[in-house]
């Protein structure tokens, strides 16, 4: 008998579980209360991408001139086709686009228009070539057919024509007799989720944002009102490719891009109404708006829903302000130009979104001597005037030495901070001098000692530690501007200067581990106490403190992690996948880091082995409401297609996440939301946003693709919910009759309930299906929160042990406890026959 449960083990023989472990929990949830539910369903919360109608075009003919193998061919004109020896032979005859008819053997095509009267089967549709033959121009295809016609019809007179160079098209055709294959695919028009981070605008205190980051652009969703959303473009050319990441940081979002420019938007806004719109005669955009924008020189920004322009004049886009003539106008420049000055269409769907650029790259240029020209100092506080350019290069936190001390009553060689920027030309600092006016001297920003400060150098991710940026030093920046050099180390990390996002000091901000060894930096994690841990993929290490006296100490080289999304911290003890499965390494004894022998993951380790080594570093995990998730791919999977859940509260592993959706993906959980909305959110590459643990009813609303623009793509899936009961086996070696059973049974509140139940028994091994709970239950579902004792008979099976599953069939069952009844099947002490 067992009257609650606390967790599963996988690991262990069924019947060497202790009272209260169940031997299996798919998609069920146990509280302190000991009852098993099946879990509340996943909710989409957006789906915010959409592919364009037309994902696919035909290769020019520039296109398959130069390259025709790998571009691919252009429709081709059927001359004949007839059929022979249980073969088709098409012969084509077009010399004026040859060039791009590169056949051979093994290619698939795809022949339409071919008509006959007998087309069984069909010559049309997708055929595979073998063989093709070529004389003078002339080019015999062969494919495999059996029967139909001897000789197909094709129409002959109609001619293949192209639009223009850029945009072929097949023009006054009705039904033409063609071969077409191998068409190009339209990046900009398929779409899917590469990367994904939470935000908070600090200039909003009620709303906290979800951002999700597509090849095309990015889109952030506000969880207070998920119909709000706000779309973020990239600068012209750039797009955010797969395995990239995010972060916020120093009130700026940035993508990462392994090896290639970061990009960053530093002023986040809602979007505002765009109310006029034009162009000069030359590339310049004026923008008007009604109320203030609040933007500034070289601020990002997206522009959209403006119309009324023609080709190589569009306004739409991405692109940095140039100038700002007042509050409520600026200018930018466009990729193309105007002959003419014109007026641009600006409605109600015309807005200025914020944009990403692209981050400072190239050559680093040192600091220079900030002269101040005005020094008053009044009640502690200083304030210094000096040029607009000098004081753009601050920012609150910097260490100003004076170099030359005027008559500042300072001395060469003190330093101050800068404690806030007032304006483009003014700054102010605490001081412990007495009133003064009208003083001036001198003061610069540090500057680099050795090898020299650098540029960020394009990682492909980033953490926010102690005030600094820290990342992967995979890369040098070189010039020209966004030149990168691959520096074949994977072992190090730099650390930004503080509060500086551009700045990182390659002498005292780097750290390498284990040079020389086989290893490499796979994560990073923030401690408490100014320290970092860093996570290699055969070790692991700590660093404590920045700058010149930061300290490196070997934390363990017998244990390394594998998935840097799955390092996360609970109290004193941080959890991360590694080859031996979950690990759970707390800070004892004045904060030493020591391993525990035995992984957290050892009762499920079955499953932990069944985890996809390949692409397991894509495992993604999070901390919340008590509970540990980890997205995994399992079984072959090439993408994160189930969550393991570990109950804090129970100590104990307590289910494994599925969906029947048979192409759902997580590429990352984030916990994010205030008040109601603070949970977990799941982002898929196909569809969007998802929040775990949402509907009351069992059933997951998932968006599993990306759809055409205009179409909806979310779909209800049951989900498929099972436990499994320890092996009950009398606390004997005997074998037992095995009788009946009685099971606590509870609806949730919000649904009626049913379930099936079996018993799986072992020597003799059998399974016996008990029926449902409904024709258990006098043939009645279980209303709404309704409970009830069910007893059925096993009918006496005789076996050693018994354990009973339960899968869901309806609604959110509990299960609350379960008694067995059997008896030992031989009890004479007489040998037995």
């Not at 022949?111 to 009267?117: A, H, Q, R």
């Not at 930004?496 to 700045?503: H, M």
């Not at 404590?544 to 490196?552: D, H, L, M, N």
């Not at 989900?719 to 509870?746: C, Y």
Request: aromatic share 8%; net charge negative.
């Amino acid at each position: 008998m067992d009257v609650g449960f606390v967790g599963f083990n996988t690991l262990s023989r069924p019947d060497q579980l202790q009272s209260g472990m169940l031997a299996n929990s798919s998609n069920g949830r146990l509280g302190k209360n000991g009852e098993w539910q099946v879990r509340k369903g996943i909710n989409v919360i957006k789906a915010p991408f959409a592919s364009g109608d037309a994902v696919l075009r035909l290769p020019t003919a520039v296109e398959t001139t130069a390259n025709p193998t790998v571009v691919g061919l252009l429709p081709t004109t059927i001359q004949s086709a007839s059929l022979a020896s249980n073969k088709v032979l098409i012969v084509i005859n077009n010399p004026s686009v040859d060039p791009g008819h590169v056949f051979a053997v093994g290619d698939q095509i795809t022949v339409e228009g071919l008509s006959g009267s007998d087309l069984t089967p069909d010559p049309n549709g997708l055929h595979t070539l073998t063989a093709v033959t070529s004389s003078t121009g002339i080019k015999t295809l062969e494919y495999a057919l059996t029967g139909g016609n001897t000789t197909y019809t094709a129409a002959l007179t109609l001619p293949f024509n192209l639009v223009n160079s850029s945009t072929p098209a097949l023009t006054a055709l009705s039904s033409p007799s063609v071969i077409g294959f191998k068409m190009i695919l339209l990046q900009s028009n398929v779409t899917a989720v590469y990367a994904s981070t939470t935000f908070s605008d600090p200039n909003q205190t009620n709303s906290q944002f979800i951002v999700l980051a597509s090849n095309e652009n990015a889109v952030t969703t506000d969880l207070n009102n998920t119909s709000s959303s706000i779309t973020m473009g990239y600068p012209l050319n750039e797009n955010v490719p797969p395995e990239s990441s995010m972060l916020q940081a120093f009130n700026k979002l940035f993508i990462f891009r392994d090896g290639q420019t970061a990009l960053e938007n530093d002023n986040f806004f809602s979007p505002i109404l765009i109310v006029s719109s034009s162009i000069d005669t030359s590339t310049a955009v004026t923008v008007n708006t009604t109320a203030d924008h609040n933007l500034s020189i070289g601020d990002a920004i997206t522009i959209s829903g403006v119309t009324n322009f023609t080709a190589g004049e569009d306004p739409n886009g991405t692109f940095a302000i140039v100038t700002v003539p007042n509050s409520t106008s600026f200018t930018y420049v466009i990729a193309g130009s105007s002959s003419t000055a014109k007026t641009f269409t600006a409605g109600a769907a015309s807005f200025i979104s914020p944009g990403f650029k692209l981050v400072a790259s190239g050559e680093y240029t040192q600091p220079t001597p900030l002269a101040l020209t005005d020094l008053d100092y009044a009640s502690g506080i200083a304030t210094a005037t000096a040029s607009t350019a000098a004081v753009a290069t601050l920012l609150v936190g910097d260490d100003l030495t004076f170099t030359a001390a005027g008559s500042s009553t300072y001395t060469a060689g003190d330093i101050v901070r800068v404690r806030s920027i007032e304006s483009t030309t003014t700054f102010t600092f605490v001081t412990d001098k007495a009133d003064l006016t009208g003083k001036n001297g001198t003061v610069q920003k540090q500057v680099s000692v050795g090898l020299g400060f650098s540029h960020m150098p394009a990682p492909e991710y980033a953490t926010y530690h102690q005030r600094r940026m820290v990342m992967p030093f995979k890369y040098s920046v070189s010039d020209p501007v966004e030149t990168y050099v691959y520096r074949k180390i994977l072992d190090e990390v730099i650390i930004s200067d503080i509060l500086d996002s551009n700045t990182y000091d390659q002498i005292y901000g780097q750290f390498r581990f284990n040079a020389g060894k086989s290893d490499f930096n796979v994560g990073l994690h923030s401690f408490s106490d100014d320290k970092l841990l860093v996570f290699n993929r055969n070790s692991i290490h700590l660093v404590g403190g920045a700058g010149q006296g930061a300290q490196v100490q070997l934390i363990t080289d017998e244990v390394g992690c594998v998935a840097r999304q799955s390092i996360i911290q609970v109290g004193n003890n941080v959890l991360f996948l590694s080859d031996n499965g979950v690990y759970g390494a707390n800070f004892q004894d004045l904060y030493n880091l020591r391993g525990n022998e035995v992984p957290l993951s050892s009762p499920i380790n079955p499953i932990i082995q069944r985890i996809n080594r390949d692409v397991w570093d894509k495992s993604v995990g999070v901390y919340f409401d008590n509970r540990y998730y980890l997205a995994v791919p399992l079984d072959g999977s090439q993408v994160n297609n189930a969550i393991l859940i570990f109950n804090f509260m129970n100590k104990q592993w307590e289910s494994v996440d599925t969906t029947s959706a048979p192409n759902w993906n997580i590429a990352n959980l984030i916990v994010g939301g205030k008040k109601s909305d603070r949970a977990v959110y799941a982002v898929n590459t196909l569809g969007g946003l998802h929040r775990l643990d949402a509907r009351v009813d069992a059933i997951d609303l998932l968006s599993t693709e990306i759809p055409v623009s205009g179409q909806e793509n979310e779909e209800d899936f049951p989900i498929p919910a099972s436990v499994t009961t320890r092996q009950f086996t009398l606390g004997s070696m005997d074998r037992k009759r095995w009788n009946n059973l009685e099971l606590h049974v509870q609806s949730s509140v919000d649904e009626s309930s049913d379930l099936s139940i079996s018993a799986e028994l072992e020597n003799i091994d059998a399974t016996v299906n008990l029926g449902t709970l409904r024709a258990l239950n006098s043939d009645a579902v279980l209303e709404p929160d309704e409970d009830v004792s069910v007893r059925g008979r096993i009918g006496n099976k005789r076996a050693y042990g018994m354990q009973i599953t339960l899968k869901d069939i309806t609604g959110r069952p509990r299960f609350r406890g379960i008694k067995v009844g059997g008896a030992e099947a031989f009890r004479s002490t007489n040998t037995a026959i």
